[in-house]
């Protein structure tokens, strides 16, 4: 019997890692929560009904059709026994045992002790949430057209996005632009260029991973589009009816959540320690501390042994991937691990429909070279996908027309955020 | 001011109902449950992973954008006052106000007395209905995977369709080569070339609308891809785990209804005679006794004034929508209404991924060039939509590889079918 590498997860980090033991003489267990692997940087563009959700997923069987030696489960893992080697998924009766685990289950958005916010301000990490935000964001716009008060009228219009990091910095910067030019032409008695987008940021600049010139570019490019930028700003309150920032309320009955995130509830099934955001400490080969056959790789892990905290960012998420893969194949030729090493190879935000900054270390870069370059490197890293052409074609279309092809609302509300 | 003309529902009656009064001196409110229309005819394609619910719809206020004098209402109507000539929406306290309507509500799928298997067998109407259908189709060979019986592994292999009407046929008719072909290297334990899929029809025949040959032909066609089909069957139970057809219990997890339809609740509303399916029975101008300001148009109407009953189909509903359009010009103008006369110009099913069987009257068509045909003529009619050519590269991939590119399982189960 080979030895049989488990991998919870299938985002960048458990997808890659499944690749690399591709030749391996391991059999490897892929286990998801959902059926396709999501990429995740593009989730602003279905949420803002610029891309559908089939353009940014794949099903995770089918990226892993031709690697015999990979099976994988539909199914949520809901304990890890390192002891006993073996993890236990929802609904099935008996666990699945492993020689190897790479545990990357990555990171959710999170409320800071206001869980009570997430119903009437929703986050970004899932398909489901992107489409739960592009319905909340479409739908704000028919209740606006029908509201009878102008104050109403205003609130339906108005918008808060909590967080300027990427996340947040995406959002916000697209909503204007939909707000002017793809629907401005569809309503008969709002003027969708009085929307109101407010970005919130509880720090002094955003997109604080970058440099600070960049980020003020952005705070720059962020304005001229009409997005009111608030820095310094804690939220203390969210209600279906209002956002209480500082001392001011802002009425606004759509509000969406970018302001942090915190470790999958998983990492501490490992019993070891965890840092302040429930991350797992981990040794420099990315195992963990007492048991070199448990791996932790992507947004989960902590890795505090380089020059600096390595981001969560993807292309961390991808080498931590590949490097938990490889130490086990070197495991399994009793060579000697090596320690985890991050290659930045640079930084981009996207500002809106034309404007990005980048941050290659050395140098860096802003506006609308750099929104080409992020455009050319997502549909680049899109490969493995079948869905560049049909990708590159929606967002030919919305860039040309400023049209919005996915202007769609499916099921029903999450919850009523303003009745 | 100008007269106010009422249109509740967007489908195609409606749609093109306020398309052939964009010129007219009225003003116009097209009031509908959702944000978009819906091209219905795909919607078995979007159930069965071959299209994504965004190539097959398109926001109302979209379609409606350059009708300065179109309204659009996100809202679900509850209530008509006929005396008063106005709407009531739910959760909107002042009604609309119409001195014309055209209610084209159509039909929705229905139990025939056994709601409770509604859960357990969810039919396809609406892009929610696709997802669901969607979903359980590729969850049942997740489940089979990792079944560890021999019988509950074939259970879950078993799709069972109920109605052998376009929507069954459709629907059964695609899933064979989808198991066979794309999904069969994506799993490791079972082989999804042994799935079995059952097409139950209580009538003699399939596809009854068309000829006695072309039924005939369906038939055979069906069972060369591999559908079991049952004629002269009737589906005495539904439960999560089996279905009871005459006297047979057959272990299926995932079952589909495609067995009939119910007009809309709202012919109820006008208080005037309903056939034995719940449709209003209309004058031959398509007004309703009583009341010639109010018009029913598409499925929910029964037009019994020609030499035969008009067919619950697309073209229909087109030809009905601009009927009732027109006839409220003529009245503005103090014209004399006519009677709605219906030009069939054909009709098509297709069976499984490259046949199809259309009937033109004095001549019919079956097998590849029919699906050619098919093809074409849908293609066609998507125009207006921006969708056609995501829509053919979609098929286009589809076609060449076999693959299915939105296989994507999204939202929470409506309700556990197989635990």
Same mark, same amino acid.
Request: charged share 20%; aromatic share 8%.
């Given at each position: 019997?080979?030895?049989?590498?488990?991998?919870?997860?299938?985002?960048?980090?458990?997808?890659?890692?499944?690749?690399?033991?591709?030749?391996?003489?391991?059999?490897?267990?892929?286990?998801?929560?959902?059926?396709?692997?999501?990429?995740?940087?593009?989730?602003?563009?279905?949420?803002?009904?610029?891309?559908?959700?089939?353009?940014?997923?794949?099903?995770?069987?089918?990226?892993?059709?031709?690697?015999?030696?990979?099976?994988?489960?539909?199914?949520?893992?809901?304990?890890?026994?390192? $002891?006993?080697?073996?993890?236990?998924?929802?609904?099935?009766?008996?666990?699945?045992?492993?020689?190897?685990?790479?545990?990357?289950?990555?990171?959710?958005?999170?409320?800071?002790?206001?869980?009570?916010?997430?119903?009437?301000?929703?986050?970004?990490?899932?398909?489901?949430?992107?489409?739960?935000?592009?319905?909340?964001?479409?739908?704000?716009?028919?209740?606006?057209?029908?509201?009878?008060?102008?104050?109403?009228?205003?609130?339906?219009?108005?918008?808060?996005?909590?967080?300027?990091?990427?996340?947040?910095? $995406?959002?916000?910067?697209?909503?204007?632009?939909?707000?002017?030019?793809?629907?401005?032409?569809?309503?008969?008695?709002?003027?969708?260029?009085?929307?109101?987008?407010?970005?919130?940021?509880?720090?002094?600049?955003?997109? %604080?991973?970058?440099? $600070?010139?960049?980020?003020?570019?952005?705070?720059?490019?962020?304005?001229?589009?009409?997005?009111?930028?608030?820095?310094?700003?804690?939220?203390?309150?969210?209600?279906?009816?209002?956002?209480?920032?500082?001392?001011?309320?802002?009425?606004?009955?759509?509000?969406?959540?970018?302001?942090?995130?915190?470790?999958?509830?998983?990492?501490?099934?490992?019993?070891?320690?965890?840092?302040?955001?429930?991350?797992?400490?981990? $040794?420099?080969?990315?195992?963990?501390?007492?048991?070199?056959?448990?791996?932790?790789?992507?947004?989960?892990?902590?890795?505090?042994?380089?020059?600096?905290?390595?981001?969560?960012?993807?292309?961390?998420?991808?080498?931590?991937?590949?490097?938990?893969?490889?130490?086990?194949?070197?495991?399994?030729?009793?060579?000697?691990?090596?320690?985890?090493?991050?290659?930045?190879?640079?930084?981009?935000?996207?500002?809106?429909?034309?404007?990005?900054?980048?941050?290659?270390?050395?140098?860096?870069? %802003?506006?609308?070279?750099?929104?080409?370059?992020?455009?050319?490197?997502?549909?680049?890293?899109?490969?493995?996908?079948?869905?560049?052409?049909?990708?590159?074609?929606?967002?030919?279309?919305?860039?040309?027309?400023?049209?919005?092809?996915?202007?769609?609302?499916?099921?029903?509300?999450?919850?009523?955020?303003?009745?």
């Amino acid at each position: 019997m080979r030895p049989r590498v488990v991998i919870v997860g299938a985002g960048f980090a458990g997808l890659y890692a499944a690749r690399a033991l591709r030749h391996a003489p391991v059999e490897i267990t892929v286990i998801d929560r959902t059926n396709h692997h999501l990429f995740q940087p593009l989730l602003s563009q279905v949420a803002t009904a610029a891309l559908a959700p089939s353009d940014i997923t794949a099903p995770i069987r089918w990226l892993l059709r031709h690697h015999r030696n990979a099976d994988v489960v539909l199914g949520e893992v809901t304990g890890i026994d390192v $002891e006993a080697r073996r993890v236990a998924i929802h609904g099935r009766d008996t666990p699945v045992s492993y020689d190897y685990l790479i545990l990357a289950t990555g990171s959710h958005h999170a409320y800071f002790g206001h869980p009570d916010w997430e119903p009437v301000a929703p986050g970004l990490k899932s398909v489901d949430d992107a489409l739960e935000i592009r319905g909340r964001f479409l739908r704000a716009f028919e209740r606006a057209e029908w509201a009878t008060e102008p104050a109403e009228r205003a609130a339906h219009m108005t918008f808060v996005v909590v967080g300027g990091g990427p996340t947040g910095v $995406e959002l916000a910067g697209v909503m204007p632009a939909i707000a002017r030019e793809a629907l401005r032409s569809n309503f008969r008695y709002i003027d969708t260029a009085q929307t109101r987008v407010i970005l919130v940021e509880g720090g002094d600049r955003l997109l %604080a991973s970058f440099p $600070e010139h960049l980020s003020a570019r952005a705070k720059r490019d962020l304005e001229d589009i009409g997005v009111e930028v608030r820095l310094r700003s804690l939220v203390s309150d969210i209600t279906p009816h209002a956002v209480h920032i500082g001392d001011e309320w802002i009425d606004s009955r759509t509000v969406f959540w970018a302001a942090g995130n915190e470790a999958s509830y998983l990492g501490r099934a490992l019993g070891v320690p965890l840092d302040g955001a429930g991350r797992v400490i981990v $040794e420099p080969d990315l195992s963990i501390p007492g048991h070199p056959e448990v791996f932790v790789a992507g947004d989960l892990a902590d890795f505090t042994h380089g020059p600096k905290r390595v981001p969560g960012v993807c292309p961390a998420a991808m080498q931590q991937g590949v490097h938990a893969a490889n130490m086990i194949v070197r495991s399994l030729r009793r060579q000697q691990r090596k320690a985890f090493r991050y290659r930045n190879k640079g930084d981009l935000a996207t500002i809106g429909r034309s404007r990005a900054i980048a941050d290659f270390g050395s140098f860096t870069m %802003a506006g609308r070279i750099a929104w080409w370059l992020w455009l050319f490197l997502h549909i680049l890293y899109l490969a493995g996908f079948r869905n560049r052409l049909s990708v590159l074609l929606q967002w030919g279309y919305a860039y040309v027309t400023y049209e919005r092809g996915v202007r769609l609302i499916t099921g029903t509300e999450r919850s009523s955020a303003s009745g």
